[in-house]
């Protein structure tokens, strides 16, 4: 068995899972990083690793986390201070041998998200997919060959700072940058919505939060235009709190991508929104942790 950790800014959720990603026990505890920082998350971190180590034969812990993370090491090589502070630095793989005797992995939570994606989701059968996540923020993920690409400083994907018309991606394509256009829009008080209530008034016909969608919708397009003309997967997987909303992003967004992209590209290039919703960062986390320690998860269809 094996202990799988998602490290968020919100919360951190673990679960025991097997060699096939199936889970016996789910859980989860707030992160509460600003409060105590990088030294409380390896409390709690620890603390969910020393129970389930009680409780089962735990083989491993495959971690998810917040941050840029040199996965080789197991090290995290940059945090946000405004969102883990004194979490820079903190080196998983070496925490778990000294605690508990036990091997570990750590990678980047969108690039778990990804593989999540590629071993139980939208991404299986692909040997290339691009993995977007739309929420607060921004973040990406390549995989090649099953395998992320985490470029020379283990940034690759770092889609948010990407340049579109009228600034960057993350200026332009978030939750956070929708719903503060949408309070701008109809006057409404800062933070007085939130995407939910942004997509009710969508569906009610609201034409102001129509044209907000619209230009989210030309964002995300020319984002994703952007990468499949240098990495050209075969599936875009979109994921995050707004891409929850399929139905009504699908056949604009497609619209967009066919306006943008050669047909024989555009033709080439699915487009998914993402499945294992929850689970995807332990799930890919465990992913990882396979691969590191030789063996290949299986990936045929469920």
């Not at 956070?176 to 209530?197: E, F, M, N, Q």
């Not at 590209?265 to 465990?286: R, Y």
Request: include cysteine.
């Amino acid at each position: 068995m094996y202990i799988c950790i998602d490290i968020g800014g919100t919360a951190i959720k673990y679960g025991v899972a097997d060699t096939d990603g199936h889970f016996l026990t789910h859980g989860s505890v707030p992160t509460e990083a600003r409060e105590h920082g990088g030294a409380g998350i390896v409390q709690k971190v620890s603390r969910i690793v020393r129970e389930a180590c009680d409780a089962y034969v735990i083989e491993g812990v495959a971690i998810s986390t917040a941050g840029m993370v040199d996965a080789a090491a197991g090290c995290i090589v940059y945090s946000l201070p405004d969102a883990i502070p004194d979490y820079t630095g903190t080196n998983w793989k070496a925490l778990m041998r000294e605690q508990f005797d036990l091997p570990a992995s750590a990678l980047n939570d969108v690039n778990c998200a990804a593989l999540g994606e590629l071993w139980k989701g939208a991404g299986r059968g692909c040997s290339s997919l691009f993995a977007m996540t739309v929420g607060t923020s921004i973040g990406g993920c390549l995989i090649v060959n099953g395998q992320v690409v985490h470029g020379a400083s283990m940034s690759a994907g770092e889609i948010a700072y990407m340049r579109v018309p009228g600034g960057r991606l993350h200026e332009r394509c978030s939750a956070t940058s929708l719903v503060a256009s949408v309070c701008r829009t109809k006057g409404l008080p800062a933070g007085s919505i939130d995407g939910h209530a942004v997509f009710d008034l969508l569906a009610k016909g609201d034409l102001a939060v129509a044209e907000e969608v619209a230009e989210l919708i030309d964002a995300l397009a020319d984002a994703i235009t952007n990468v499949v003309c240098v990495a050209n997967p075969e599936r875009i997987v979109l994921g995050g709190g707004i891409m929850a909303q399929e139905e009504a992003l699908r056949p604009p967004l497609e619209a967009a991508l066919r306006d943008r992209l050669p047909p024989l590209i555009c033709e080439a290039t699915e487009i998914a929104f993402a499945a294992t919703q929850n689970d995807a960062g332990m799930i890919g986390a465990l992913y990882h942790f396979l691969q590191e320690h030789g063996e290949r998860p299986d990936r045929k269809e469920m």
